[in-house]
């Protein structure tokens, strides 16, 4: 038996916002949706263009409020291959939250405030 990573899923406020902050700032793209007849929810499935690993963002039609991340603890990791120019583009967005330069390393939050690391490719 052998297992493979499919998606990671994390729930959005706003999804137009979402889509737009992850376009812009991963060049993620959108690899299909599905919307129920009801309209009660809709998920949005994006990926890199490299690998079959795919980032499912959840809209909820009924929800009020954002959501509560408590600790944030959880993220999601990417690694880029001109770690330079992604700081720069990130910076300009203004969503760099938290840097740790010893490990060469830096995140940024999306509009829902989970946060993704930014790896340099090695």
């Known amino acids: ?34 919307e129920p007849k009801d309209g009660d929810f809709v998920l949005v499935y994006l990926g890199d263009g490299a690998t079959q690993h795919k980032l499912e963002l959840t809209w909820l039609k009924n929800r009020t409020e954002t959501y509560n991340l408590g600790d944030n603890e959880f993220h999601v990791a990417l690694t880029v291959d001109d770690f330079a120019a992604a700081y720069e583009h990130h910076q300009r967005m203004g969503c760099i939250c938290f840097e740790n330069k010893e490990m060469g390393i830096y995140f940024i939050n999306d509009p829902d405030d989970y946060w993704v690391e930014i790896l340099p490719a090695h």
Do not use: G, P, Q, T
């Open 1 to 34: 038996m052998k297992f493979k990573f499919n998606h990671n899923n994390i729930n959005v406020f706003n999804l137009e916002k979402s889509l737009d902050f992850y376009k812009e700032a991963l060049k993620l793209v959108e690899i299909s949706r599905i």
